[in-house]
């Protein structure tokens, strides 16, 4: 006897892509003046799911404004349920909303992270041309921004080392920006300082956790 494993418990995220067949569809916003390839019904990128381990029941993801692709900046897909940047559940993701108070308007969040000694902390990583590094020290009702050095225009990814509780960035603009903006950054003071392995662009960058 076969065993369900997964279920469909709620809509977090719907679009305004109309649901065509075949392999292309045309967002309704007049302002975005494109055809979005791909199958029907195309929705805006969602990243970065994580769970609070002292409650399961707060669960968080990012809904991305303008999504990495392969070749070139992903097209728009507008959220008619849902909304960009941070989505919070507080009953195991039956029910979502927004939690965007303090991230600058028209921010492109990519990643969020719980900080690993107290999950009351969250950092979002916003990677638009305004973008930077927020923090929340109230399950993500309200934002800050961190302090970390002017240079950096964009940040794509957060990472907290729970041995040592560094803080690490990954920098650097889609197709444009200077080679000093980009890389890994570290901090060990919170944000105050930062110092960083130079490369133009850098997505990702994490620790091994069994060190």
Partial sequence: MAV???????TVVDNDIKKVDGYAAKSQDKTINQVVQGPKGLMPAQNSLI?????PDNMYFVMTRDAFSEIYRAPRRNPTI???GVMKSTDGGYHWQSSNQGIHAGASLRTITFDPANSNILYTAATDEQGGLYKSIDQGKNWQRVSIPNVIKSVNNVFIDRNTKAIFISAGGFYQGEYEEGGAWRS???GATCSNRSLKRLWYCKLNPHL
């Fill in 82 to 84: 849902g909304a960009y």
């Fill in 4 to 10: 369900k494993l997964w279920q469909n418990i709620a």
């Fill in 51 to 55: 769970i609070d381990p002292k409650n």
């Fill in 188 to 190: 060990i003071d919170n």
